[in-house]
């Protein structure tokens, strides 16, 4: 049986929590999100989070988020690029 794990601190890691951890997924979840900064600051934790775990992927949730489609998808891929 798989469980969650929520508010984790991961070893052998400088960063200090992820909202939750599912074998081998790394999950953030945002709720409501109204500023950009957020996701951005989300994206880029759960990056440094993954760069230390190679073997963890990464999951960003963002339930209803209050920001545009077009804005959001702005703010994603220039975190990528």
């Given at each position: 049986?798989?469980?969650?794990?929520?508010?984790?601190?991961?070893?052998?890691?400088?960063?200090?929590?992820?909202?939750?951890?599912?074998?081998?997924?790394?999950?953030?979840?945002?709720?409501?999100?109204s500023?950009?900064?957020v996701?951005?600051?989300?994206?880029m934790?759960?990056?440094?989070?993954?760069?230390?775990?190679?073997?963890?992927?990464?999951?960003?949730?963002?339930?209803?988020?209050?920001?545009?489609?077009?804005?959001?998808?702005?703010?994603?891929?220039?975190?990528f690029?």
């Open positions: 049986m798989v469980r969650i794990k929520y508010d984790v601190k991961l070893e052998d890691s400088n960063i200090p929590r992820v909202d939750s951890v599912l074998d081998e997924f790394i999950i953030e979840y945002k709720v409501r999100v500023d950009v900064r996701v951005q600051s989300a994206i934790m759960l990056a440094k989070s993954l760069e230390q775990h190679d073997n963890l992927s990464g999951i960003l949730i963002l339930d209803d988020p209050k920001i545009s489609k077009g804005r959001l998808n702005e703010v994603t891929h220039g975190c690029l």
